[in-house]
């Protein structure tokens, strides 16, 4: 069986999990896919940056109905991590209103995604209520 591989090139598993992003060196802005430019200032030149792992739900959405084999339903939110603007899903609670709100406090966790015929085990990323 080999190491587990993350879903996203911006999911680091090797001690505490976390999330790396991409920071304009002139104006701070951060990404989590590659850029040539920033879109906040122009410039072209970025440092990654770790994520913190814990944060606040600033939106989400109860989705109910969703593609074929995806359980539904489930939260899709917006977490603010110090900062920086993190889009995932809400796991580990119910899927309604009455347990999810605007403001809670979350911390990131691994999702185990699945595991390919050579025992490779894909692994992504969600948030979960901090305590």
Same mark, same amino acid.
């Given at each position: 069986m080999s190491d587990p591989v993350p879903l996203v090139d911006y999911l680091v598993l090797t001690g505490q999990p976390h999330l790396t992003a991409h920071e304009c060196t002139a104006c701070g802005a951060r990404y989590f896919? +590659?850029?040539? %430019?920033c879109a906040a200032c122009e410039a072209d030149t *970025?440092?990654? &940056?770790?994520?913190?792992?814990?944060g606040e739900l600033r939106a989400f959405t109860i989705v109910s109905y969703a593609a074929? #084999?995806?359980p539904v339903p489930f939260v899709a939110g917006v977490v603010d991590c110090g900062g920086t603007s993190v +889009?995932?899903?809400v796991v580990n609670? !119910? %899927?309604?209103?009455?347990? &999810?709100? &605007?403001?809670?406090? @979350?911390? @990131?966790?691994? &999702? !185990? @995604? #699945?595991?390919?015929?050579?025992g490779?085990?894909?692994? #992504? *990323?969600? *948030?979960?209520? %901090?305590g």
């Open positions: 896919d +590659r850029r040539n %430019a *970025f440092q990654t &940056v770790d994520v913190p792992t814990e074929p #084999g995806i +889009r995932a899903n609670v !119910p %899927a309604d209103p009455e347990h &999810v709100r &605007v403001g809670m406090k @979350l911390r @990131l966790t691994t &999702v !185990p @995604l #699945g595991t390919d015929a050579a490779t085990e894909a692994v #992504g *990323f969600g *948030f979960e209520p %901090a």
